[in-house]
């Protein structure tokens, strides 16, 4: 689906017409995948539109260039201001954000310190992003046969724009298999994440999320729900899940900004109990709580 245009998009510093935000055919990142960005929601609330742990998205944006040591010409405070002004700026009750900071155009070649640093932040509306059933009917899922990251290749920690081959590569494969998305496991073959999402596996009444170590984002939307799952009464740990914990797991679903609580209802075709109740539990919880309207989790919502 296109993305529907929004009025402006911020780039280095400035609001500007959103078919204005253009980059030469030679920017660094777009022959190199070396950019880093952020996908952030804002909600509807009854004072405007709330950005989604706004601060923690930036911060993690800063981490991201801080291993490909880039040099951020602007401060976390200056990129969180930018990102409320933009988000303002479309006047939409609710949007999806993408910030993002790259090499921009003027040098070639792998050596990225002398390349200028470029940020944008753009707006736009974006669905439900594994369909609108995902939490009722559930999404099937593939293993993939391509590999997680490892630490020493492409740093999953970093979000950066070439990470992302990889997890295109494991999403092309799961669709034209028949599948809705792909399950990614490390060189260890223990589970990872998804292409676009964190995992938790329910079994023998708690639920399990891998480590960071397993080659998996540090989701934002993975701690929230953590920390939902504890304060519901379910106890949650962060470990090693093998493809067959999978395969006879009581319930599994993934969580992500764009994908939200989405539940799996089964995996290379062995049926998982979907929706499973705890995370028809946390699925409801976390719909709330974005849109600012339990107290416990208010200070997750930050106003544009
Ligand atoms: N793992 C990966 C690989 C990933 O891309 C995301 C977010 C997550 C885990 C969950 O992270 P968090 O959003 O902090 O809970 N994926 C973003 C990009 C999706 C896209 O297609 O682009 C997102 O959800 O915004």
Redesign the pocket.
């Known amino acids: 689906m296109p993305i529907p245009a929004t009025p402006k998009i911020w780039m280095n510093g400035k609001l500007v017409d959103w078919a204005d935000a253009q980059v030469h055919v030679l920017t660094h990142t777009l022959h190199y995948g070396t950019g880093v960005f ?4 804002a909600y509807e609330t009854a004072n405007g539109p709330a950005i989604f742990r706004l601060t923690e ?1 930036i911060e ?1 944006l800063f981490n991201s260039a801080k291993i490909l040591m880039m040099d951020m010409p602007y401060t976390v405070e200056e990129i969180i201001d930018a990102t409320k002004e933009t988000v303002r700026s479309t006047g939409l009750p609710s949007c ?1 954000v ?1 910030p993002i900071a790259y090499y921009g155009y003027g040098e070639m070649g792998l050596n990225t310190l002398p390349c200028k640093v470029d940020v944008a932040i753009a707006c736009w509306t974006w669905g439900a ?1 594994l369909g609108d059933d995902a939490v009722t009917k559930g999404v099937r899922m593939k293993i993939s046969s391509w590999t997680r990251h490892d630490h020493n290749t492409m740093p ?1 920690a970093a ?1 950066t724009t070439g ?2 081959v990889n ?1 295109s590569l494991a999403k092309v494969e799961a669709l034209k298999a028949g599948y809705d998305e792909g399950i990614m496991l490390n060189r260890a073959g223990l589970v990872s ?6 995992i938790f596996v329910s079994r023998g009444g708690k639920l399990i999320t891998p480590p960071l170590s397993s080659g ?9 729900v953590a920390t939902i799952a504890r304060d519901l009464g379910i106890e949650v740990t962060v470990g090693d899940i093998a493809r067959s914990d999978l395969y006879i797991a009581d319930e599994i679903f993934v ?5 939200e609580v989405s539940s799996v209802n089964s995996v290379d075709d062995r049926a998982v109990p979907c929706p499973g109740p705890k995370t028809k539990a946390i699925a409801e919880t976390y719909a709330k709580a974005v849109r600012r309207e339990l107290p416990e989790y208010a200070h997750w919502c930050e106003l544009a």
Do not use: V
Request: proline share 3%.
């Open positions: 952020e996908g952030i929601r998205h993690r999806y993408r992003y999953p979000k990470n992302y997890s994440e998804c292409t676009g999402e964190n998996a984002l540090e989701g934002i939307t993975q701690s929230s969580c992500g900004t764009a994908a």
